[in-house]
C-alpha cells in the first residue's frame, strides 16, 4: 500500500534524447508527487513536483505527466545533457510536507 | 533558497563507538524533520519522523534505541547511531519541513563508516 514503484532501473540516452521515467503508486491517499535528482554523495534535490487534480506539468525541460486513474506519473527530460546525468527518484506523500515515500531510483546517463 | 545543513558530511569511526549526526534548519523553522538512510545504489528509506518538543515516531523496524533522535528545537534534530556496527554504515540524510510554507528541504546527507 507504501510503496511506490519505478521503473526503469538505469537509463542510457544520446545527448538531446528524452528520457522517460515512470513510477505507479497504490495509496489513493498520496497527493504530492516529486521528483527528486541526485547526484553522488549529494542529499537529493527537488525538480518537480505534481498534485493530482493536474494531468501535466512543465518546469524548463523537465514535464511530469499523471494519469490519476492508472495510479501512474512519469517524469520526461527534453534535450537532456550530459550534466542530467544523475539519479532520480520519483516520490509521494500526503501532502506536500508529509512523509515521503521513495521510488526504487533510476540511474541516468546521458551521452555526449 | 532554504538551506538544511548536516554535520559532519562525512564520519569513520570504530564498531561500538557512537556517532552523532546533527541536521539544522539555516533560515527557518522545521516543526518536523525526517531521517533516511540510504545504502549505495538503493533508495532513501525513511527511518523517523522528529516533531520539535516530543517523541520521534520510527518506521516499521527501526530500532528506536539504536537510532536515538532529538529534536529540541525548531532548528536543530539530531541523531545518534549508538554501539554503531559495520553493518549500519550508510549514507543518512535528514529533511526538514518549513514551519510557515510546509515545503521539504533536504540536508547534504552524512556519510557514516563504521569499521
Known amino acids: 500500500q507504501q510503496q511506490v514503484k519505478q521503473s526503469p532501473q538505469s537509463l542510457i540516452v544520446q545527448k538531446g534524447g528524452i528520457p522517460i521515467i515512470n513510477c505507479a503508486y497504490e495509496n489513493t491517499a498520496f497527493d504530492y508527487f516529486p521528483w527528486y535528482q541526485q547526484f553522488p554523495g549529494k542529499g537529493p534535490a527537488l525538480l518537480i513536483a505534481i498534485r493530482p487534480d493536474v494531468s501535466e506539468k512543465k518546469e524548463g525541460r523537465f514535464t511530469i505527466s499523471f494519469n490519476k486513474s492508472a495510479k501512474q506519473f512519469s517524469l520526461h527530460i527534453m534535450d537532456s545533457q550530459p550534466g542530467d546525468s544523475a539519479t532520480y527518484f520519483c516520490a509521494a506523500s500526503r501532502g506536500q510536507g508529509g512523509k515521503l515515500i521513495f521510488g526504487q531510483g533510476t540511474e541516468l546517463s546521458v551521452k555526449p | 533558497g532554504a538551506v538544511v545543513s548536516q554535520h559532519p558530511s562525512r564520519v569513520i569511526c570504530k564498531s561500538g563507538t557512537s556517532v552523532k549526526i546533527e541536521c539544522r534548519s539555516l533560515d527557518f523553522q522545521a516543526t518536523t524533520m525526517f531521517w533516511y538512510r540510504q545504502f549505495p545504489k538503493q533508495s532513501l528509506m525513511l527511518m523517523a519522523t522528529?516533531?520539535?518538543?516530543?517523541?520521534?515516531?520510527?518506521e516499521q523496524g527501526v530500532e528506536k534505541d539504536k537510532f536515538l533522535i532529538n529534536h529540541a528545537s525548531l532548528t536543530l534534530s539530531t541523531l545518534t547511531v549508538t554501539s554503531a556496527h559495520p553493518e549500519d554504515s550508510s549514507f543518512y540524510i535528514c529533511s526538514a519541513k518549513a514551519h510557515l510554507t510546509g515545503e521539504l528541504f533536504f540536508g547534504e546527507g552524512s556519510r557514516l563508516t563504521v569499521l
Open positions: 522528529s516533531n520539535e518538543g516530543s517523541k520521534a515516531t520510527y
